[in-house]
C-alpha cells in the first residue's frame, strides 16, 4: 500500500471538499493496534476547503453528534456526521475522526442520498488484496492509518453528486479501563467551524451505583459550561453538551471557540470486598477493586539511560520527573538508582530505604545527571535484577514487599550485548519470574515493541512517553498508576464446571486505583449455585474472600430501558480476549503465536471487530462510471504503527531516532547524518542552502534554511574529542531575485582532523588535501583515487568526492555544475554528506553535528498548508513548538546526477527554536577554525 494513501488518515473528524474527481471509491476500514493508553472519542471539524477559486460553491456540514452508551465500563460510542454538496458539480468530501487507540471499530456506513453502503469486517490479507487491485486497476484508493498519543486517526472520503447529501456513520466498542480511581471518556473538539446542529451525548448504566460523575472541558467558558446538562441517579447518568451556531462562534470572528478537551470522568460503588459479578444471557463479567487495602512495600530500582542521545530537554524532564518521584516513596519502601550510558553506575551499591535523608541524598544525585557515551541496556538491567537479588538473599528487606524495576531509555543497545532477542532472553533468564519490568519508551528512536515484550515476560508492562513539553508529567504520572501495589498473586476462581472460555484469570499485581476484570462463557444455566473466589497476597497476610453470584434482570434495574445492548457481556468478552490473545501473539514459540493468533482472527470476524488482524470493507454498488475502489481503514500493530508515525504521515508521537543529517546548497538539497541500528548514518549540506536531518528508522526528515550574505563562513560539525572541523563558506547567485534577495549555497569546505593531521581545501574549482606533511591538489575532472594509513580518497567522473578517515568519519563531496548550464546567473556550488559519523564523539556539534546523535520531536496538527499541494503542522522539539510546513528536498549522495526526492517537515526561521542558540553563534572567522 502506497504512503501516499497511508497519509489519508491525518486528523480527527474532518469535512472538507475538493473539486470533482472522476473516480468513485469503495472504502476498506481497518484500524491501528490498540495501546494501553486510552481515550474515550473525539471528534474534529475542521475547516471547510476546495481547490477551487469560486469562492460561492460550498458544503454544508449540518450536524454532527457524539452519542457514547457505556453499560458497566463496556463503552459502544456511535459517531454521526451530515453533510450536504450544494454545488452544481460533485464534490468530494471526507470524514475524519478520532477514536481510542483501545477501542474496535464495529461498523462503518455511508447513507447516499437515502442508500445506505455498510461495513462487512474481512481479513487484513483478503481486504489488503482487494485494495491492491483496485489501485492496480486505476481506481482511486486510500488507506486510514493511525497514530497518536490517545486516538487514532480514522478517514474517508467519498464522491457525492450535485445537491445530494451523504450521511457518516462509524460505530466503535472499547472496554474503559479505571485508572487512578477513576474512568474517563475523552472527547477532543477542534471545531474550525460552527455546524447547524453540534451535540456530545454520554448515558452511563452502573448496577452497582455510580460513585461519582464530573464533565469539564478547557474550552468550556461560563456560558458554554451552562450548556452542559448532568441527571445523575443511583445507576444512571446522562450528560449532554450542546450549543447553538452563535455559541460555537468565536467572538468578533468567524472561526469556532469550541477546541480543546471535553472529559467525563466517573466511577462506581465498591461496597463488597468480593467485588462485582454481572451475568448476562449466558455470559459473565467480574469487576475486582477492593477498597481500604493497605498498600504493599515496594523495592524498585530505576534504571536511567544517560546516553548521549537523552541530552537537552530529555534529560531535563527525567530529573525533574526522579525528583517527584522519590519524594513520593513511602518511609516504607528501599530503592536504588542505576545511571547507565555504556558504561553502568550505581548511586549506591546497595538499596536504600526511603527515609528523608536518603531520599534528599537521591534528589542531589540526580540533578547532577548528565548525558553522555553509548546505550547498553542488557547490563544496566542486569545489574538491577543483580542487586534485587543480592539484597532479597540478605533478608534485610520487608518479607511481603513488591520488586520492581523501572527501565526509561530512548534508544537501542549500539555497546555491549545489542540483539534484541538475546538482551530479552538474558533478561527473563535472570529475573527468574521473581519480580517485576516496567519499560518506558522515551520517543520513537527505541524499539517499543521490543520493551513491550521485554515487560510482558518479566511481569510488567511498557508505556511509551511522549517527548514533548509535558514529558515529566507523563513519567510522574505512569509512576503513580504503578507506584501502589494492594495485592500480589491475585487468583480470581470459578466452578469448573460452570464456565468455560474464562479469560485471563491470575494477575501478579493489583495497583491502587484500577480494576481487574475476568469476563467468561456459562456452560450449564444454573446460575444460582455461582460461587466466586478471590485470593491474593497482601502486605501483611493473605487475602481471602468468596461468595455467590447471580444473574441480574435488567428490566428491573432499568425498566424504563427497552434496550441498552442486552448481549454486552458478551461482546465484553469477546474483547478482552482478542485484546489478551493479541498481546499473548507477542510472547512465546512460534507455534504458540501462531495459534493464538488464528483464535484471536476468528473472534474478530466472528464479532465484526476491526483489530490489527482485520479490516472493514465498504463498496458502493456498480456505476454508470464503473464500480466503486477501495478505501483501507489499517489498524496496525504496534510495530507497523510505528512505522507509519515514522513516515511522520499522521501524527508522530516523537521521534527518538538517531537521525541522517544533511546540509547542502541546492534549492532542493539537504543535510543528512544519523544512525540505523545503533550507528549513525549520514548527514549532509545541499541547496539554498538547505540543511536536512534525515531519520532513517522513521523514514522521515527534518529541514531548515540558513540566510547570510555571501562570503559568511558557517561551522558544520566541530568533535573537540578528535579536533574534527567542518566548515562551509556560502556564496551567492551572479544576480538577486525580483524581491532584491540573493541566493546563497556553498561553494568551499574547509575539512580538517587534528588528531590524523588531514587537511582538505574544497572549493568548485580544485580539490586541496594536505596529510602527514604532504600537499595534492587534485581537479575536479580528474577520477583517481589514493589510500595511506589514515586516509581514503576517491574522485569520480560524475565530480563526487569521498573521503574516509580512518577510525573517524566518512564523508561526499559533490559539485554541481550541470543543471545550471543555460542560467547564467548561477554559478557552480557544492553539496557535503556526511555517510558514516559513528565514531564520532558525543560531544560533537556544530549545525548539523549536533544532530548526529539524534534528535527527538513530535508532529501534530497537520492541516492544509497556503498551496494545493501544502501541508502545515506543528512540531515539538527541543521543549520549543514550531510551525513546519511538509516540504521535497533533493538526496545526490546516492544518485549524484538526478539526486533523491527526499520528503521533510521545513523549519522555517533560520532554524530559530531548531538549532541550539542563534545562527550567528556559528559563524567563524576563517575556513579552517572552530567556534
Known amino acids: 500500500m502506497s504512503a501516499v494513501w497511508r497519509s489519508l488518515l491525518l486528523l480527527w473528524l474532518c469535512v472538507c471538499f475538493w473539486l470533482p474527481t472522476p473516480a468513485h471509491r469503495t472504502v476498506v476500514i481497518s484500524r491501528a493496534d490498540a495501546a494501553t493508553q486510552e481515550a474515550r472519542g473525539s471528534l474534529d471539524v475542521r475547516s471547510i476547503k476546495k481547490r477551487s477559486t469560486n469562492t460561492t460553491n460550498r458544503v454544508e456540514v449540518y450536524s454532527f453528534t457524539v452519542a457514547c452508551t457505556v453499560m458497566?465500563?463496556?463503552?459502544?460510542?456511535?459517531?454521526?456526521?451530515?453533510?450536504?454538496?450544494?454545488?452544481?458539480?460533485?464534490?468530494?468530501?471526507?470524514?475524519?475522526?478520532?477514536?481510542?487507540?483501545?477501542?474496535?471499530?464495529?461498523?462503518?456506513?455511508?447513507?447516499i442520498d437515502g442508500k445506505v453502503y455498510a461495513g462487512e469486517v474481512k481479513e487484513k490479507e483478503k481486504a489488503k488484496k482487494q485494495y491492491e487491485k483496485a489501485v492496480s486497476s486505476g481506481q482511486t484508493a486510500g488507506l486510514v492509518k493511525a497514530s497518536g498519543r490517545k486516538?487514532?486517526?480514522?478517514?474517508?472520503?467519498?464522491?457525492?453528486?450535485?445537491?445530494?447529501?451523504?450521511?457518516?456513520?462509524?460505530?466503535?466498542?472499547?472496554?474503559?479501563?479505571?485508572?487512578?480511581?477513576?474512568?474517563?471518556?475523552?472527547?477532543?473538539?477542534?471545531?474550525?467551524?460552527?455546524?447547524?446542529?453540534?451535540?456530545?451525548?454520554?448515558?452511563?448504566?452502573?448496577?452497582?451505583?455510580?460513585?461519582?460523575?464530573?464533565?469539564?472541558?478547557?474550552?468550556?467558558?461560563?456560558?458554554?459550561?451552562?450548556?452542559?446538562?448532568?441527571?445523575?441517579?443511583?445507576?444512571?447518568?446522562?450528560?449532554?453538551?450542546?450549543?447553538?451556531?452563535?455559541?460555537?462562534?468565536?467572538?468578533?470572528?468567524?472561526?469556532?471557540?469550541?477546541?480543546?478537551?471535553?472529559?467525563?470522568?466517573?466511577?462506581?460503588?465498591?461496597?463488597?470486598?468480593?467485588?462485582?459479578?454481572?451475568?448476562?444471557?449466558?455470559?459473565?463479567?467480574?469487576?475486582?477493586?477492593?477498597?481500604?487495602?493497605?498498600?504493599?512495600?515496594?523495592?524498585?530500582?530505576?534504571?536511567?539511560?544517560?546516553?548521549?542521545?537523552?541530552?537537552?530537554?530529555?534529560?531535563?524532564?527525567?530529573?525533574?520527573?526522579?525528583?517527584?518521584?522519590?519524594?513520593?516513596?513511602?518511609?516504607?519502601?528501599?530503592?536504588?538508582?542505576?545511571?547507565?550510558?555504556?558504561?553502568?553506575?550505581?548511586?549506591?551499591?546497595?538499596?536504600?530505604?526511603?527515609?528523608?535523608?536518603?531520599?534528599?541524598?537521591?534528589?542531589?544525585?540526580?540533578?547532577?545527571?548528565?548525558?553522555?557515551?553509548?546505550?547498553?541496556?542488557?547490563?544496566?538491567?542486569?545489574?538491577?535484577?543483580?542487586?534485587?537479588?543480592?539484597?532479597?538473599?540478605?533478608?534485610?528487606?520487608?518479607?511481603?514487599?513488591?520488586?520492581?524495576?523501572?527501565?526509561?531509555?530512548?534508544?537501542?543497545?549500539?555497546?555491549?550485548?545489542?540483539?534484541?532477542?538475546?538482551?530479552?532472553?538474558?533478561?527473563?533468564?535472570?529475573?527468574?519470574?521473581?519480580?517485576?519490568?516496567?519499560?518506558?519508551?522515551?520517543?520513537?528512536?527505541?524499539?517499543?515493541?521490543?520493551?513491550?515484550?521485554?515487560?510482558?515476560?518479566?511481569?510488567?508492562?511498557?508505556?511509551?512517553?511522549?517527548?514533548?513539553?509535558?514529558?515529566?508529567?507523563?513519567?510522574?504520572?505512569?509512576?503513580?498508576?504503578?507506584?501502589?501495589?494492594?495485592?500480589?498473586?491475585?487468583?480470581?476462581?470459578?466452578?469448573?464446571?460452570?464456565v468455560d472460555s474464562l479469560t485471563t484469570n491470575h494477575f501478579n499485581q493489583l495497583f491502587n486505583g484500577t480494576e481487574i476484570v475476568v469476563a467468561g462463557r456459562l456452560s450449564g444455566k444454573d446460575t444460582d449455585n455461582f460461587l466466586v473466589e478471590v485470593f491474593g497476597k497482601g502486605p501483611e497476610e493473605d487475602f481471602q474472600v468468596q461468595g455467590q453470584a447471580g444473574a441480574v434482570d435488567w428490566n428491573v434495574i432499568y425498566p424504563e430501558q427497552e434496550y441498552i445492548y442486552g448481549n454486552f457481556t458478551e461482546r465484553l468478552w469477546a474483547y478482552l480476549t482478542i485484546q489478551q490473545l493479541l498481546d499473548k501473539s507477542e510472547v512465546g514459540n512460534q507455534t504458540e503465536k501462531d495459534n493464538v493468533t488464528r483464535r484471536a482472527l476468528e473472534l474478530s470476524l466472528q464479532y465484526n471487530f476491526v483489530t490489527p488482524l482485520t479490516s472493514m470493507v465498504v463498496t458502493k454498488p456498480q456505476t454508470e462510471d464503473g464500480p466503486e475502489p477501495s478505501l483501507i481503514a489499517d489498524k496496525l500493530t504496534e510495530d507497523e504503527r510505528q512505522k507509519a508515525e515514522n513516515r511522520g504521515s499522521a501524527h508522530p508521537p516523537s521521534s527518538a531516532a538517531t537521525p541522517r543529517s544533511w546540509s547542502s546548497s541546492s534549492s532542493s538539497g539537504g543535510s543528512r547524518g544519523g544512525s540505523r541500528g545503533g550507528s549513525r548514518g549520514s548527514s549532509s549540506v545541499d541547496g539554498d542552502p538547505h540543511f536536512m536531518i534525515e531519520l532513517p528508522e522513521r523514514e522521515d526528515a527534518l529541514c531548515f534554511n540558513i540566510d547570510n550574505k555571501p562570503g559568511t563562513i558557517f561551522n558544520l560539525v566541530r568533535d573537540a574529542a578528535s579536533g574534527f572541523v567542518v566548515n562551509g563558506q556560502i556564496i551567492g547567485k551572479k544576480t538577486a531575485g525580483l524581491d532584491g534577495h540573493v541566493g546563497t549555497y556553498f561553494g568551499r569546505f574547509g575539512i580538517n582532523h587534528q588528531r590524523l593531521d588531514v587537511r582538505l581545501d574544497v572549493t568548485t574549482q580544485d580539490i586541496s588535501v594536505y596529510h602527514a606533511g604532504k600537499q595534492l591538489k587534485?581537479?575536479?575532472?580528474?577520477?583517481?583515487?589514493?589510500?595511506?594509513?589514515?586516509?581514503?580518497?576517491?574522485?569520480?567522473?560524475?565530480?563526487?568526492?569521498?573521503?574516509?578517515?580512518?577510525?573517524?568519519?566518512?564523508?561526499?563531496?559533490?559539485?554541481?555544475?550541470?543543471?545550471?548550464?543555460?542560467?547564467?546567473?548561477?554559478?557552480?556550488?557544492?553539496?557535503?554528506?556526511?555517510?558514516?559519523?559513528?565514531?564520532?564523539?558525543?560531544?560533537?556539534?556544530?549545525?548539523?553535528?549536533?544532530?548526529?546523535?539524534?534528535?527527538?520531536?513530535?508532529?501534530?496538527?497537520?492541516?492544509?498548508?497556503?498551496?494545493?499541494?501544502?501541508?502545515?503542522?506543528?512540531?515539538?522539539?527541543?521543549?520549543?513548538?514550531?510551525?513546519?510546513?511538509?516540504?521535497?528536498?533533493?538526496?545526490?549522495?546516492?544518485?549524484?546526477?538526478?539526486?533523491?526526492?527526499?520528503?521533510?517537515?521545513?523549519?522555517?526561521?533560520?532554524?530559530?527554536?531548531?538549532?541550539?542558540?542563534?545562527?550567528?553563534?556559528?559563524?567563524?572567522?576563517?575556513?579552517?577554525?572552530?567556534?
Not at 79 to 103: C, G, R, Y
Not at 394 to 410: E, N
Open 72 to 111: 458497566s465500563r463496556f463503552a459502544h460510542t456511535v459517531m454521526t456526521s451530515a453533510a450536504l454538496n450544494h454545488e452544481d458539480a460533485p464534490q468530494e468530501i471526507s470524514f475524519e475522526v478520532d477514536i481510542p487507540k483501545t477501542a474496535f471499530i464495529v461498523n462503518f456506513s455511508m447513507e
Open 151 to 498: 486516538m487514532e486517526k480514522f478517514s474517508v472520503s467519498v464522491n457525492i453528486a450535485a445537491k445530494s447529501n451523504v450521511t457518516f456513520v462509524l460505530v466503535y466498542e472499547e472496554l474503559l479501563q479505571r485508572k487512578l480511581g477513576q474512568y474517563e471518556i475523552l472527547t477532543q473538539v477542534t471545531m474550525k467551524q460552527p455546524v447547524q446542529q453540534f451535540q456530545i451525548v454520554a448515558d452511563i448504566y452502573e448496577p452497582q451505583g455510580i460513585a461519582f460523575v464530573e464533565a469539564t472541558g478547557d474550552f468550556l467558558s461560563n456560558e458554554l459550561f451552562s450548556m452542559v446538562e448532568k441527571t445523575v441517579t443511583d445507576k444512571k447518568a446522562h450528560i449532554s453538551f450542546s450549543a447553538t451556531l452563535e455559541q460555537q462562534t468565536c467572538p468578533g470572528c468567524n472561526e469556532s471557540q469550541i477546541k480543546g478537551d471535553f472529559i467525563i470522568y466517573y466511577d462506581v460503588n465498591r461496597a463488597k470486598s468480593l467485588g462485582d459479578i454481572q451475568i448476562v444471557n449466558g455470559y459473565f463479567v467480574h469487576f475486582f477493586a477492593p477498597r481500604d487495602l493497605p498498600r504493599v512495600p515496594k523495592i524498585v530500582v530505576f534504571v536511567i539511560d544517560r546516553s548521549g542521545s537523552m541530552s537537552g530537554n530529555k534529560m531535563q524532564q527525567t530529573r525533574e520527573a526522579l525528583r517527584a518521584i522519590l519524594e513520593d516513596l513511602d518511609v516504607e519502601d528501599y530503592f536504588s538508582l542505576i545511571l547507565f550510558d555504556s558504561r553502568i553506575e550505581a548511586w549506591r551499591n546497595s538499596l536504600s530505604q526511603a527515609t528523608k535523608e536518603n531520599v534528599a541524598k537521591a534528589i542531589s544525585y540526580v540533578k547532577r545527571i548528565r548525558d553522555r557515551g553509548a546505550t547498553n541496556i542488557n547490563a544496566a538491567v542486569l545489574r538491577a535484577v543483580s542487586m534485587l537479588l543480592q539484597y532479597r538473599k540478605s533478608k534485610k528487606l520487608p518479607g511481603r514487599s513488591v520488586d520492581m524495576i523501572i527501565l526509561l531509555t530512548d534508544g537501542m543497545s549500539n555497546t555491549g550485548v545489542t540483539n534484541r532477542q538475546k538482551i530479552q532472553d538474558n533478561v527473563r533468564d535472570a529475573t527468574g519470574g521473581t519480580m517485576s519490568l516496567f519499560c518506558l519508551g522515551f520517543g520513537n528512536g527505541v524499539s517499543y515493541s521490543f520493551l513491550d515484550v521485554m515487560a510482558k515476560q518479566n511481569k510488567g508492562l511498557a508505556r511509551r512517553i511522549f517527548e514533548a513539553s509535558d514529558a515529566t508529567l507523563q513519567l510522574q504520572g505512569f509512576y503513580s498508576e504503578v507506584s501502589s501495589t494492594l495485592l500480589t498473586d491475585v487468583d480470581l476462581r470459578y466452578p469448573d464446571n460452570a
Open 778 to 931: 587534485l581537479l575536479w575532472s580528474d577520477t583517481t583515487s589514493f589510500k595511506e594509513y589514515n586516509l581514503d580518497v576517491r574522485l569520480t567522473d560524475d565530480f563526487s568526492l569521498t573521503v574516509t578517515l580512518r577510525h573517524s568519519v566518512k564523508f561526499m563531496v559533490i559539485r554541481h555544475t550541470k543543471v545550471w548550464k543555460r542560467r547564467h546567473y548561477q554559478q557552480d556550488y557544492l553539496g557535503f554528506y556526511t555517510l558514516d559519523s559513528h565514531h564520532m564523539s558525543s560531544a560533537a556539534h556544530g549545525l548539523i553535528g549536533q544532530f548526529y546523535h539524534g534528535v527527538e520531536f513530535e508532529v501534530t496538527d497537520l492541516h492544509p498548508g497556503e498551496g494545493p499541494d501544502k501541508t502545515d503542522a506543528t512540531m515539538y522539539v527541543k521543549g520549543q513548538t514550531l510551525n513546519v510546513t511538509r516540504h521535497w528536498q533533493k538526496d545526490f549522495s546516492r544518485d549524484v546526477r538526478n539526486g533523491e526526492t527526499i520528503p521533510c517537515w521545513f523549519v522555517s526561521g533560520n532554524g530559530t527554536g531548531f538549532i541550539d542558540g542563534n545562527v550567528s553563534d556559528y559563524i567563524v572567522p576563517g575556513i579552517f577554525q572552530s567556534v
